[in-house]
């Protein structure tokens, strides 16, 4: 968590510099990007150049070590389930049947095995240009950045008060955890079975849910005390001056989607497979 008390990593870095507002087209038009295709390849160009991005940032390995287990986990379960649900699917993409090993009810295919392992490839390639947006934007001159944009103000100011409330709705989760464990309730490896762990996680959400409503309450009872939303417009504590570099980033990035779009339309095939 940053000193401000968000996500936020103050660095004297390219990225931290970078207006908020154009940083967040790049982070749109990379996402974009990475729906557009199923093609390992684009893949691989862009998580380089994403980890270079992350390399780049500063962001410190302790801080993102969580997340980047939450992501492995998450893209071996989704392959896992994949290849149980349709077996088949990569071969209907490609055209072609490889068997590889029978299931019982189905054949998993070489094809499928490559269309498991692309998909976790393009999911992994969002994760660094999402760190770098998350822990490299600050609330305020994001939200500001967006209004200079043509955003309405009100919008812009709620996306700034999700961002700052991120790092709140976690220390809620660990202190519910904490809480609960001081009952007596397990959570760590070891202490009870995998189902059981995920039984007790599952029963966090409603006190968490509960306390973040009551949270956007009082937050919501404040800002109509001192009159938010009175006035057509705003002024703001943190804005960044657009500079030449955010300039020659936005052209960069506008030009890559429109460049993105053009190999689309001209490929031939939903998934890019060597065989």
């Given amino acids: 968590m940053g000193k401000i008390g968000t996500l936020y990593f103050e ?3 390219f990225l931290h510099k970078l207006d908020s507002g154009i940083k967040f087209i790049l982070f749109m038009v990379w996402t974009i990007v990475t729906f557009m295709f199923l093609d390992i390849r684009v ?46 699917y990569g071969s209907k993409l490609t055209g072609t049947y490889t068997y590889v ?25 969002l994760f660094p240009i999402t760190l770098i ?50 009952r007596g309730i397990s959570f760590k490896k ?7 762990r995920i039984k007790n996680f ?9 306390s973040a409503l009551k949270r956007i309450e009082v937050v919501s009872n404040a800002m109509d005390l001192r009159g938010f939303g009175k006035h057509n417009g705003r002024t703001w504590y943190n804005s960044n001056k657009v500079n030449k570099a955010d300039y020659l980033v936005l052209l960069i990035s506008l030009m890559s989607l429109l460049i993105c779009i053009y190999i689309k339309v001209k490929m031939n095939f939903k998934l890019w497979y060597p065989y």
Avoid at 59 to 86: D, H, Q
Avoid at 103 to 115: A, D, P, R
Avoid at 190 to 196: F, P, V
């Fill in 11 to 13: 660095e004297d870095t």
């Fill in 43 to 88: 893949f691989g160009c862009m998580g380089i150049l994403g980890l270079i991005l992350l390399y780049k940032s500063k962001i410190p390995f302790n801080t993102i070590k969580i997340m980047i287990g939450v992501m492995i986990g998450f893209n071996l379960l989704n392959s896992l389930f994949i290849l149980l649900i349709t077996p088949q």
């Fill in 101 to 125: 090993f029978d299931i019982g009810y189905s054949v998993i295919t070489l094809e499928s095995l490559f269309y498991v392992l692309t998909l976790s490839i393009k999911y992994a390639t």
């Fill in 133 to 182: 947006f998350i822990f490299t934007t600050h609330p305020s001159k994001f939200a500001s950045s967006l209004n200079k944009m043509g955003l309405p103000y009100k919008i812009a100011y709620a996306l700034n008060i999700a961002f700052r409330y991120i790092p709140d709705i976690q220390k809620e989760f660990n202190q519910i955890v904490n809480s609960q464990q001081a």
């Fill in 190 to 196: 070891g202490e009870a079975s995998l189902a059981k």
């Fill in 202 to 210: 599952t029963a966090i959400i409603m006190p968490l849910i509960t």
